[in-house]
């Protein structure tokens, strides 16, 4: 599976991003698709993920409430869309594939920044 990344961009404090991340290779009906994010200086952390064929979604709290994960399978690719933006989602996004589960990846996109100013 390759992924590509993209739709990062500089925005202010409460406004909105959506990230794509396109997938292709092989079929995508046994993975989950997930974000994660890193800021200057810190780990990577998880943000949410989605099983490509429930739709079935999982969010971190840092994004319940403010982030949307989705997939449309037809495109192969997944988003999310970002509201309420602060400055602390500033990062590095990646996307990544995980073969029936959400908690471990065995594909990686390259990452995509989002920064968000105050």
């Known amino acids: 599976v390759q992924l590509q990344a993209s739709g990062g961009g500089l925005v202010q404090a409460g406004g909105s991003l959506r990230l794509s991340c396109a997938a292709s290779?092989?079929?995508?009906?046994?993975?989950?698709m997930g974000w994660f994010r890193q800021a200057p200086g810190k780990e990577r952390e998880f943000v949410s993920a989605?099983?490509?064929?429930?739709?079935?979604?999982v969010y971190a709290d840092s994004a319940r409430g403010r982030f949307t994960i989705s997939r449309d399978g037809a495109k192969k690719t997944a988003y999310l869309q970002m509201n309420s933006l602060k400055p602390e989602d500033t990062a590095v996004y990646y996307c990544?594939?995980?073969?029936?589960?959400?908690?471990?990846?065995?594909?990686w996109g390259q990452g995509t920044l989002v920064t968000v100013s105050s």
């Open positions: 290779g092989r079929t995508l009906s046994n993975y989950y």
């Open positions: 989605v099983n490509w064929s429930s739709g079935s979604t």
């Open positions: 990544a594939a995980g073969y029936r589960t959400w908690k471990k990846y065995d594909y």
